[in-house]
C-alpha cells in the first residue's frame, strides 16, 4: 500500500503565499500522477494541479499563474507553491497519487492539509 502525508498547510493573509508538500512511502511499484485537490465547506472536491512523471501540467483555471506544481520522482514527493492567495483558496487541501500498471490503476489520497486565507 502507498500512503501521503502532507505538510505545509496553515494561516496566511491575501496576497501571501505557502508552500505545500506530499511525500509518498510504502509499496509504491510506479506512480504516473501526483497532483493536488481541494474542497472547501460546503463544496466538492476539485482539481487544483496534476502532474505526471514526465513534468507535464494541469491546473485549474482559478489557481494558473498564481500556483506551481512540480515533483521529484526520486523521493517521490509533489510540492505545490502557492502565490498570491485569495480568500476563496480557503481549504482542504489533498494530496493524490495515481500508480499504474498495465492492467490497473490505482489511487491514493492523503489526509489533508489545511490552508486558510483570511480576510
Known amino acids: 500500500q502507498v500512503q501521503l502525508v502532507e505538510s505545509g498547510g496553515g494561516l496566511v493573509q491575501p496576497g501571501g503565499s505557502l508552500r505545500l508538500s506530499c511525500a509518498a512511502s510504502g509499496s509504491i511499484f510506479s506512480i504516473n500522477d501526483m497532483g493536488w485537490y481541494r474542497q472547501a465547506p460546503g463544496k466538492q472536491r476539485e482539481l487544483v494541479a496534476v502532474i505526471n512523471f514526465g513534468g507535464s501540467t494541469n491546473y485549474a483555471d482559478s489557481v494558473k499563474g498564481r500556483f506551481t506544481i512540480s515533483r521529484d520522482n526520486a523521493k517521490n514527493t509533489v510540492d505545490l507553491q502557492m502565490n498570491i492567495l485569495k480568500p476563496e483558496d480557503t481549504a482542504v487541501y489533498y494530496c493524490?497519487?495515481?500508480?499504474?500498471?498495465?492492467?490497473?490503476?490505482?489511487?491514493?489520497w492523503g489526509k489533508g492539509t489545511l490552508v486558510t486565507v483570511s480576510s
Open positions: 493524490y497519487a495515481q500508480e499504474e500498471t498495465d492492467w490497473n490503476a490505482m489511487d491514493y
